[in-house]
C-alpha cells in the first residue's frame, strides 16, 4: 500500500523526517538515516571553518536524499531571508525549513517575523516549511501566505517533553490546507506514533534519535511508529467510553 | 583593504570573490558552496568577476548537520 506525502507537488515515500545533527559520529548518522527510510533530511547553512571539516555533508550523503535546509537559529527575518538565499544558491533548492527564533533558551519562534520572513521568502519563489507555534491561527496565517506546509512544535526543541498540547495540534492538522509536519519536542517512538493518530502528515526528528542509547534502534522505531500512527490515522480510532463494554458475547455464559 | 569575511575583519590584498575564496583555501569549483557580499547572495558565475571593495562583508557559507 503506497501512500505518499506531497508537499509542493513533490511526492515522498516516508512520511518521516530526519535531522543530520548530534549523532555520536558520521557513521551512525548514515546508520540511523538509512534505518529510518526518510528520503527528506535536514541540514544548516553555517559559515566555512579555517580549520575546516574535509568531507562536506553533502559529500557523506551521497545523493541518496532530499536536503531540507533550514535556517535554525536567525532571530532576525533578514538572517533567515539572506540564509535561505544562501541555501538556495549552495544546495539548489529553492526548498527551505524557515526557522525565525524569539527566545534563544527557549527556541521558541518569533510569530512576527516568521509570518513576515516567510511571506517575502514565497514571493522569491521558495518552498517555505515554516517551524511555527501549536497555533491554528498562526499555521493559518502561514497557509494564507503560501507556505507548502507548516511545522508546529510538539514542544521545545530538544527537550523531548512529546506533544504538550495534542488539543491544537489536532485542531490545526483537521483545519489546516497544507500538509502539517510535527516538528520538535518528540522523545520517543509512541510521540510520533500520537502524533499521526493526531492528523500530523509528518513528523519531523532529530534529537529523540541521535542522543537515544542506541541511535540505529530508535531511527528504526521512528519509522515504525510514523507508519503505525499513520494506519491508525487512515483506520479511524473507537470513540473512548466512561465505561466498560465487554468484547465477549454476553449470551451463552457459563453458569447463567 | 580591511573585509568583514565571516563575522572577522581583516586586512586583505583581494580584488574579486574568486580571488578571497582561493585565499581562503575554498576550491573554486567546489560544490555546496554559496557566497554573499553586503547581504546579497554573488551567483557562483559571478564569482570572478564581482569586485570587492573597502568594508565589505563577506559571508562564505556551506551546508552542515542540522535538524
Known sequence: ?256 | MRLKVNGVEEELAVTTVSELLAYRGVDPVARFVAVAVNGSVVRRFEWPSKPLGPGDDVEIVRPFSGG
Open chain 1, 1 to 256: 500500500m503506497t501512500d505518499p506525502l506531497t508537499i509542493a507537488g513533490a511526492s515522498l515515500s516516508s512520511r518521516l523526517i530526519v535531522g543530520t545533527a548530534r549523532y555520536p559520529n558520521q557513521q551512525v548518522m548514515l546508520d540511523c538515516l538509512e534505518a529510518s527510510g526518510a528520503e527528506l533530511v535536514t541540514a544548516s547553512i553555517r559559515r566555512i571553518s579555517l580549520e575546516g571539516y574535509a568531507e562536506s555533508l553533502v559529500d557523506v550523503l551521497g545523493g541518496r536524499y532530499r536536503l531540507l535546509p533550514n535556517t535554525a537559529g536567525c532571530v532576525t527575518a533578514r538572517d533567515a531571508i539572506l540564509t535561505a538565499e544562501l541555501a538556495r544558491e549552495a544546495l539548489e533548492t529553492n526548498w527551505v525549513k524557515l526557522e525565525l527564533i524569539g527566545d534563544r533558551e527557549l527556541l521558541y519562534p518569533d510569530v512576527e517575523q516568521l509570518v513576515h520572513a516567510a511571506d517575502e521568502l514565497v514571493r522569491k519563489g521558495f518552498t517555505v516549511l515554516p517551524y511555527c507555534n501549536e497555533d491554528p491561527v498562526t499555521c493559518q496565517k502561514l497557509a494564507d501566505v503560501g507556505c507548502a506546509a507548516v511545522m508546529p512544535l510538539g514542544s521545545l526543541i530538544g527537550s523531548g517533553m512529546g506533544i504538550a498540547n495534542p488539543t491544537a495540534i489536532e485542531l490545526i492538522c483537521s483545519r489546516s490546507p497544507v500538509p502539517v509536519v510535527l516538528d520538535a519536542g518528540i522523545g520517543t517512538a509512541s510521540d510520533a506514533a500520537f502524533a499521526m493518530e493526531l492528523g500530523c502528515d509528518a513528523v519531523m526528528v532529530d534529537t529523540a534519535i541521535a542522543q537515544s542509547r542506541d541511535p540505529r534502534r530508535m531511527a528504526a522505531a521512528m519509522r515504525a511508529a510514523v507508519e503505525a500512527g499513520r494506519l491508525a490515522r487512515l483506520a479511524g480510532r473507537i470513540p473512548k467510553r466512561r465505561f466498560a463494554e465487554p468484547s465477549s458475547p454476553q449470551l451463552g455464559l457459563v453458569g447463567s
